[in-house]
Nanobody, 115 residues
Framework: QVQLVESGGDLVQAGGSLRVSCAAS????????MGWYRQAPGKQRELVAT???????NYADSVKGRFTVSRDNAKNTVYLQMNSLKPEDTAVYYC?????????WGQGTQVTVSS
């Protein structure tokens, strides 16, 4: 089992920045993929960004150039730096962890961007 603990969600004004973090603990494998999805009210959950333990990165087109995903493998922690935030970025942001043992999700952290 893997446990994910997210932190950093907040209310921010449009154009502002925010960083969310997610720490994984438990039975983790050295090769894994961590990342972020988000779900806005009335919408389906969507990919934001993922990063492998070897540094491979994938972004949704909607956040390219504004968001940066990074990780600290020693701490099993993934970060999402969000800049130039827009009201449409408002959502619950979920951390994910995937390895050979399965997929795991965090409880979600609310990010609200006011216009």
């Amino acid at each position: 089992q893997v446990q994910l603990v997210e932190s950093g969600g907040d209310l921010v004004q449009a154009g502002g920045s925010l960083r969310v973090s997610c720490a994984a603990s438990g039975s983790t494998f050295s090769f894994n993929v961590m990342g972020w999805y988000r779900q806005a009210p009335g919408k389906q959950r969507e990919l934001v960004a993922t990063i492998t333990s070897r540094g491979g990165i994938n972004y949704a087109d909607s956040v390219k150039g504004r968001f940066t995903v990074s990780r600290d493998n020693a701490k099993n922690t993934v970060y999402l730096q969000m800049n130039s935030l827009k009201p449409e970025d408002t959502a619950v942001y979920y951390c994910t962890y995937r390895d050979y043992g399965g997929d795991y999700w965090g409880q979600g952290t609310q990010v609200t961007v006011s216009s």
